[in-house]
């Protein structure tokens, strides 16, 4: 009976948009997440770390190819949350206009929560990367030009 009852259950809004906002954001920044994660725990050193992040980028520093595929993902991932809420709420016995409310409210939820993820992620690796992996990169590059 209580299987019964959570399948034809609302979906929990906040629950619903923070998941999908949460893999969006995380899917969208993974070039600089990634390799400052793993230099954090010490799998990656600092050349390896900024390589990673160069695959993504234009020699420039501008956004590559690699950053765009990530950030359509991304976007990909909030729709795909916004229709499966849908989906899954036009399974409910819900009035439309409270479905219509309800579908704006995720809609916007994701797209500010996921945004916002993405942004502090950024600004969080771009840290990440000046204070850590940089000075950690010059200091191998200069220990292997002492050692050949």
Request: aromatic residues 14%; proline residues 3%.
């Amino acid at each position: 009976m209580s299987e019964l009852k959570t399948k034809n259950q609302e979906p929990n809004i906040f629950k619903w948009a923070f998941k999908f906002a949460a893999s969006a954001g995380i899917a969208g920044i993974l070039c600089c997440v990634a390799p400052a994660v793993l230099f954090m725990f010490g799998l990656m050193g600092g050349i390896y770390a900024i390589s990673f992040a160069d695959f993504f980028y234009a020699e420039d520093g501008s956004v590559g190819l690699g950053s765009w595929i990530l950030r359509i993902i991304a976007v990909l991932i909030g729709v795909y949350g916004i229709f499966m809420f849908r989906k899954k709420q036009n399974q409910c016995s819900i009035d439309p206009k409270r479905k219509r409310k309800n579908l704006i409210l995720v809609t916007l939820i994701i797209i500010v929560l996921g945004i916002g993820i993405f942004l502090s992620l950024e600004k969080w690796s771009s840290w990440y990367f000046d204070k850590h992996i940089v000075p950690a990169q010059q200091k191998e590059y200069l220990q292997q030009h002492q050692t050949n």
